[in-house]
């Protein structure tokens, strides 16, 4: 017999606002507990150092998280010049100190300047990437060092924030903004930038801003979240379809939404209501204003369910 899930099930997205010190996984947990959801997903970790925007995802919406990974983000960071720890941040024991040069402001973006657009990075060894199906943090954590391929990322902005005053003040200090593609590691880029300045680098504060189209300003810690009432908490849950508004979408009638129910292809007509006319490829489907799922829409007008969702849910 298999086990019953406990909790209700709620759909949406919720952003949190991640305190310092705490897993992402662990901030999940604690606000699942609110919300009383039986499935639950977080839409990429932030580490026990990193405060900041964490898109948490239940139900259904679970299904869409995948996709945003795959969203550009922004931080702000402060980084540490002069120290090399072996976890690229704050929380590592140091391996190595080196003295920090005098430094100006134009010496400083003559620097990040290199690092904006299209590098290579390598990733750290202290990362959740996979070396023969083991995380390299458990490697690393047994001494183990293994050689990683540099991977193509883009830094589409690369902002500092410590005027000349502030660099006078903490000539070991630089406040960053970093808006970059998936796959980029603030850890790398500080060391890298820090090498670059002659003096090696790790990250000290890392706060993430953005997710897409999310943003900080809209995010609730999981102190104000604990204060609302259950049917607040329930107003804080963003629609499913949010993160995926760039997509096209298809209106269906009900015969054509039961057959989609159904795992049926189906032929749209040139009347039948596009997002974007003469599209193809991956759409959104809805039955008057309930969100369907995603299908595939072929040149040749047929339509086949890609990623259905099933909104029922237990909220009162």
Known sequence: M????????IHGIVLLDKRLGVSSNKALQEVRRLFNANKAGHTGSLDPLATGLLPLCFGEATKVSGMMLDDNKRYQTVVQLGIMTDTGDREG??????????LSVDDILACLEKFTGEIDQVPPMYSALKHNGKKLYELAREGVTIERKARRITIFELKLLTDSHALAQEPDQLTLEVYCSKGTYIRSLAEDIGHALGCGGTVKELRRLEAGQFNIESAKTIEQLTALSQQDLLQCLINVDKPLESLPFVQLSDEQAISIKYGQSLSLLPSDEHGKGGCHGTVRMYNNAVF???????????????KLFNMSNDLP
Do not use: F, H, Q, Y
Not at 2 to 9: A, H, L, M, P, Q
Not at 93 to 102: A, C, D, L, N, W
Not at 292 to 306: N, Q, R, S
């Open 2 to 9: 298999s086990k019953r899930k406990s909790g209700c099930n």
């Open 93 to 102: 024991t140091v391996i190595e100190t080196k003295p920090v040069p005098k």
């Open 292 to 306: 369907l799922g995603l299908g595939e829409l072929l040149m040749d007008g047929k339509l086949a369910p890609k």
